[in-house]
C-alpha cells in the first residue's frame, strides 16, 4: 500500500523566512507522480506542481521550489522569503495504479503560519 | 473546458438525518471519480472511486454509500447521519487511464449537531 508522511504536523515562520516543507513516500510502483497542493482557510485544495518518478530534476516556481529525490523516497517543498499569504495547509500527495483506475494518496498535510 | 460542480457548499444536520451530497463534472466523458473526507485538522481520507456507471470501490468501512447514476455524476449518501461524520467533503475527477490530472471540486462542510 502506498504511504504519504508528511512529518511536520505546524510550522510558524515570520514573513520573510525561508522554510522547507518536507515529504517521504513509499509504493511500489515503479511509475508514479508526487503532487503538492495548498489548501487556504477557504479550504479549495489548489494545485501547486506534479512531478513524475522519472524526472528528479528540481523545480523553481518565483519564490517555490521542490527536491525529488527517489534515493530517500522524499518531495520536499521550499518557500524561500515567505508572505502572510503563504499561510494555508500543504499536502503533499502520491498517485498510483490500481487496476482500472489510479488513487490519490494524501499525506496528513503541515500548516504553515507566516506571521509578520 | 472541464468543469467540476458540487453542491450544497455548507451544511448542518441533525444526527440520524439522511445525507445526499452531489458533484457533477462537464466537458469530459467516462471521467474517474472520487469522493475524499477531511475530517477537522486532518488529512485527506479517501472514501470512495469510481471508473463508470454503477461502479462503486470502497475505501473505508463506514456510515456513507456512494452512487454513480450518471456518466459524469457522484453522489454521496447517508441513511443516519453520526456526529463523526462532520467535516469537509471534496469531489474531484480525473481523465481515465491517467495517473494525474486531478480536479478537485470547491467542497462541502458538513456540521452535524
Known amino acids: 500500500a502506498q504511504k504519504v508522511t508528511q512529518a511536520q504536523t505546524e510550522i510558524s515562520v515570520v514573513e520573510k523566512e525561508d522554510v522547507t516543507l518536507d515529504c517521504v513516500y513509499e509504493?511500489?510502483?515503479?511509475?508514479?507522480?508526487l503532487f503538492w497542493y495548498k489548501q487556504p482557510p477557504s479550504g479549495e485544495l489548489v494545485f501547486l506542481i506534479r512531478?513524475?518518478?522519472?524526472?528528479?530534476q528540481n523545480e523553481i516556481s518565483g519564490r517555490y521550489s521542490w527536491n525529488f529525490q527517489k534515493s530517500t523516497s522524499s518531495f520536499n517543498f521550499t518557500i524561500t522569503a515567505s508572505q502572510v499569504v503563504d499561510s494555508a495547509v500543504y499536502f503533499c500527495?502520491?498517485?498510483?495504479?490500481?487496476?482500472?483506475?489510479?488513487?490519490?494518496?494524501f499525506g496528513t498535510g503541515t500548516r504553515l503560519q507566516v506571521t509578520l | 473546458s472541464q468543469t467540476i460542480h458540487q453542491w450544497p457548499a455548507t451544511l448542518v444536520q441533525p444526527v440520524g438525518s439522511p445525507l445526499s451530497l452531489e458533484c457533477t463534472v462537464e466537458?469530459?466523458?467516462?471521467?474517474?471519480l472520487y469522493w475524499y473526507r477531511q475530517a477537522a485538522g486532518r488529512g485527506l481520507q479517501l472514501l470512495f472511486y469510481s471508473v463508470g456507471i454503477g461502479q462503486i470501490s470502497s475505501e473505508v468501512p463506514q456510515n456513507l454509500s456512494a452512487s454513480r447514476p450518471q456518466d459524469r455524476q457522484f453522489i454521496l449518501s447517508s441513511k443516519k447521519l453520526l456526529l463523526s461524520d462532520s467535516g469537509f467533503y471534496l469531489c474531484a475527477w480525473k481523465k481515465a487511464g491517467s495517473n494525474y490530472g486531478y480536479t478537485f471540486g470547491s467542497g462541502t462542510r458538513l456540521t452535524v449537531v
Open positions: 500527495a502520491l498517485s498510483e495504479s490500481t487496476g482500472t483506475a489510479s488513487k490519490l494518496t
Open positions: 466537458g469530459t466523458s467516462n471521467p474517474n
Open positions: 509504493t511500489r510502483d515503479t511509475t508514479y507522480y
Open positions: 512531478r513524475n518518478s522519472f524526472d528528479e
